[in-house]
């Protein structure tokens, strides 16, 4: 807005309003005189600019963000803790704390005794999603009370944690809660509350689906994957109380009696015939060509929850694409389950990679 405030704009508008029978030459009283208001009126502008950058919400940073953000009640998602499953031979006292790779947990709670095994919730000690990655054996922090332990391990993450949230996210979030208005049990509703609890990170509401007054909530995880049973549980909960449905008991409003589902899994094979650079074959190539097409197929699952009806598309023409980016092919052509077509998965389910395989004919 500011572009042509410049320090030599600026100075030259003032020397040309000095009287043209005075010295304005560079060294000259006059021009000695203007030019330090010059560069403090130039600064001034820049200043100015930012100023007005950071009044609207578009081009604001994190700090003014925050503040035109509270305006309307919102404020950014702070880092919260990853909930894990552990298995012990033994009965855990709740508190006791084992170290895990690089992270500590902490034990809360008993989930289930079967199978001459003991599970529990555990919970890491450190916020972010690093605590959702690890499965694998526990060490304890200290023994007491331990006597007799030889099995300790993660075998699944329950709950994802989740980072603090970021600047553009958060900023997404702002304009929704503008152009989306959430009211009163409606689907903008139903879908701002479910993705503030932790670890969902996205859903599809299905209104009247078994009738008036029923709504079916279909979930996935903050990693856009299929939901551990826990999960759903406790989305479940938080929204309307299985022994308490349609009271107005949780999140949901009276009447409504919500069921709450996690997507499902839908695993493709992919084969691919491709032609090599000099000096690549497939042992060199392929686990950069799976770690390719897996993010490609990360990235359909996270457009998942906005599609309004029908399952994810996986084209094969991105598949090729994808793999052509990888160093070392020259070219390539895939199947997709067998199939030289797009595949459409079912509604309710997120994309997975199983087999990939080379063919040479």
């Not at 043209?20 to 060294?27: A, F, I, Q, V």
């Not at 990853?82 to 084992?98: E, H, L, M, Q, Y």
């Not at 034990?107 to 690093?130: A, Q």
Request: a negative charge; glycine letters at 8%; one cysteine or more.
């Amino acid at each position: 807005m500011f572009e042509d405030k410049t320090y030599n704009n600026i100075l030259s508008d003032l020397l040309k309003k000095v009287p043209s029978d005075l010295d304005k030459r560079e060294g000259s009283v006059m021009y000695n005189a203007l030019a330090p208001a010059a560069m403090e009126l130039a600064q001034l502008y820049i200043d100015l600019e930012g100023v007005l950058n950071e009044a609207f919400a578009d081009t604001a940073s994190r700090y003014y963000l925050i503040k035109r953000a509270q305006e309307r009640g919102l404020s950014p998602r702070t880092a919260t803790y990853a909930t894990v499953k552990g298995k012990f031979n033994i009965s855990i006292p709740n508190n006791t704390r084992f170290s895990g790779g690089t992270l500590n947990y902490i034990v809360t709670d008993e989930i289930e005794h079967k199978d001459d095994f003991y599970y529990y919730r555990l919970m890491c000690e450190s916020p972010g999603r690093n605590g959702n990655d690890y499965i694998g054996a526990l060490i304890p922090i200290s023994t007491d009370g331990l006597d007799g332990l030889t099995h300790a391990e993660i075998t699944e993450t329950l709950i994802n944690g989740e980072d603090d949230e970021d600047v553009e996210s958060f900023r997404t979030r702002y304009f929704s809660s503008i152009t989306s208005q959430a009211f009163g049990g409606n689907q903008a509703d139903y879908i701002e509350k479910a993705t503030n609890l932790q670890g969902v990170g996205g859903v599809r509401v299905y209104p009247t689906w078994n009738g008036g007054g029923t709504v079916k909530l279909v979930i996935v995880t903050s990693d856009f994957d299929v939901p551990s049973a826990e999960l759903v549980s406790e989305v479940q909960e938080a929204f309307d109380p299985k022994n308490k449905q349609g009271e107005g008991v949780g999140l949901a409003p009276i009447g409504h009696i919500v069921t709450v589902e996690g997507a499902t899994s839908d695993t493709i094979a992919v084969t691919l015939k491709c032609v090599y650079e000099t000096d690549y074959e497939w042992e060199d190539v392929k686990q950069n060509v799976r770690t390719a097409i897996q993010e490609y197929l990360a990235e359909l699952n996270r457009i998942w929850k906005e599609a309004e009806s029908g399952g994810i598309v996986v084209r094969i023409s991105h598949i090729e694409s994808r793999v052509l980016g990888v160093s070392g092919i020259k070219d390539a052509t895939a199947k997709i389950n067998g199939a030289d077509s797009n595949y459409e998965a079912a509604v309710n389910t997120v994309v997975s990679l199983g087999a990939l395989t080379e063919v040479t004919e």
